[in-house]
């Protein structure tokens, strides 16, 4: 009996020293002025919207969408009871800079083209607030300039750009604070793919036609096309890895 007053004592004791930390992702985001700010303005209208569109709020899973040529970023969310991505809403991107096809280098001022995920989120940024993705990613490390290749790519506020994409302060409200809940709900990597526009069989032609010369690029585009057209006939996203030769292959998660 007294050996287990004694365990039992000190199993509580153990207990009561332990460290707790029982606030979330989005609790200890809201520590900060301009994240308290996104979520006191733009909660409430996002919930609506969701509520609108039949999708659980707040999110569980999100996708974000970039077409550089068409300047828009789109915000996508898992509905459950449907088991495929809905579209939340578009944004304008306020300025690009550089020029189509994926960023090789630090300094060519390109926005990246391919397949990446948040990596980062900084309330205190000098653009307000900023959506980190993981630029350079292997493909990128394959294609580009090797030890060259730069980094530092965000989505962010304002309206200037060195190869980022900005959307204003009021627009990344609403992107950061999903972002926030989808991360504080357990999606840990949001997939963010970014295009040199919507890859349709029309502007892929568009395209061939705009840059004769260049296979290599057109190459490229052609294999972003074949991520771009699997999510526009299924709403769903594939599992990517990348080859050798820094080719994006794709396949489907469900059959793993």
């Given at each position: 009996m007294k050996l287990h007053i004694v365990l039992s004592f000190t199993f509580t004791m153990i207990c009561a020293c332990q460290p707790t930390d029982p606030q979330n992702f989005a609790d200890k985001q809201?520590?900060?002025?301009?994240?308290?700010?996104?979520?006191?303005?733009?909660?409430?209208?996002?919930?609506s919207l969701f509520v609108d569109q039949?999708?659980?709020?707040?999110?569980?899973?999100?996708f974000i969408r970039v077409f550089k040529q068409e300047k828009i970023l789109e915000v996508w969310a898992f509905s459950t009871s449907d088991a495929v991505f809905k579209l939340?809403?578009?944004?304008?991107i306020c300025r690009t800079s550089g020029n189509l096809g994926p960023k090789k280098r630090e300094g060519d001022l390109q926005?990246?083209?391919g397949f990446y995920y948040i990596d980062r989120f900084n309330p205190e940024s000098k653009f307000y607030l900023?959506?980190?993705?993981?630029?350079?990613?292997?493909?990128?490390?394959?294609?580009?300039?090797?030890?060259?290749?730069?980094?530092?790519?965000?989505?962010?506020?304002?309206?200037?750009?060195?190869?980022?994409?900005?959307?204003?302060?009021?627009?990344i409200k609403e992107v950061y604070w999903l972002a926030v809940q989808a991360k504080s709900n357990g999606h840990a990597k949001i997939p963010v793919h970014i295009f040199p526009t919507e890859l349709d069989d029309r502007t892929m032609g568009r395209l061939q036609n705009?840059?004769?010369n260049d296979d290599a690029l057109i190459n490229f585009w052609k294999n972003l096309k074949i991520g771009y057209n699997w999510f526009e006939k299924s709403r769903k996203l594939p599992k990517?890895?990348?080859?050798?030769q820094g080719v994006y292959q794709f396949s489907d998660p469900s059959l793993e």
């Open positions: 809201r520590r900060h002025p301009r994240t308290q700010a996104a979520f006191e303005e733009k909660d409430g209208p996002l919930r039949g999708i659980p709020y707040p999110p569980q899973k999100l939340v809403k578009h944004y304008p926005i990246p083209e900023s959506l980190g993705i993981n630029y350079p990613n292997q493909a990128d490390k394959i294609l580009g300039k090797k030890g060259e290749l730069g980094g530092d790519i965000f989505i962010h506020g304002g309206c200037t750009t060195i190869g980022c994409v900005p959307i204003t302060n009021e627009y705009t840059f004769p990517i890895s990348v080859n050798r």
